[in-house]
Every structure is written in structure tokens, then in C-alpha cells.
Nanobody
């Protein structure tokens, strides 16, 4: 069984920084694409940042230049460094990963439980 567990959320003042982590555990052969999503109250979930298995990265326009996605394959961990945080960044942040469990090319999508980020003065 594969689990994704996020950490690093919390409350911060505008202009502050947080670093989210997402650790994948279980029987994992390879982690392919990864992504961070967020959902604010009353809004749809949106993609924040994603990295393909080939390394290409996409950011939402609203976070480009402030957020950075990265990964440590040896630790099965994905990070989201968030700088210059704004009140509109307040949301539950969740990680997603497409994971190959066996060496057969079949990928499955997994989600973490989410971590709350609150930006307020």
C-alpha cells in the first residue's frame, strides 16, 4: 500500500515563507510525475506546480516566481518552497504522484491527505 503524507503547513504572515514536504512510502518501484494542488474554501481545486518524470516543470501563473517545486528521488519526497506568501495563497495543499508499483510501466495516481496553509496578518 502506498501512502503520501504532507507536512510543513501552518500559519504565516504575508510575505513569509513555508516549505511543504510530501513523502511517499510503501512498495514503490518508481515515482513518475508529481504535483502540488490547493483548494481554498468555496473554490475548486487548482494545480499549483507540477514536475514531469522528465523534469519539466509547470507553475500556476499566480505562483510563478514565488513557489518552487523540487524532488528528492532517493527519499521519495517532493517539496514545495513557498516564498512571498499572500493571503490568497490560503488553502489546503495536497500532493499528487503517479507511481509505478512494479517494473511493468503501469502507473497509479495517489493523493496525500492535505496540509493547511493560512496566510494572514
Amino acid at each position: 500500500q502506498v501512502q503520501l503524507v504532507e507536512s510543513g503547513g501552518g500559519s504565516v504572515q504575508p510575505g513569509g515563507s513555508l516549505r511543504l514536504s510530501c513523502v511517499a512510502s510503501g512498495s514503490i518501484f518508481r515515482i513518475h510525475s508529481v504535483g502540488w494542488y490547493r483548494q481554498a474554501p468555496g473554490k475548486q481545486r487548482e494545480l499549483v506546480a507540477a514536475q514531469s518524470s522528465g523534469g519539466s516543470i509547470n507553475y500556476a501563473d499566480s505562483v510563478r516566481g514565488r513557489f518552487t517545486i523540487s524532488r528528492d528521488n532517493a527519499k521519495n519526497t517532493v517539496y514545495l518552497q513557498m516564498n512571498s506568501l499572500k493571503p490568497e495563497d490560503t488553502a489546503v495543499y495536497s500532493c499528487n504522484a503517479n507511481i509505478e508499483l512494479n517494473d511493468n510501466g503501469i502507473q497509479r495516481s495517489y493523493w496525500g491527505q492535505g496540509t493547511q496553509v493560512t496566510v494572514s496578518s
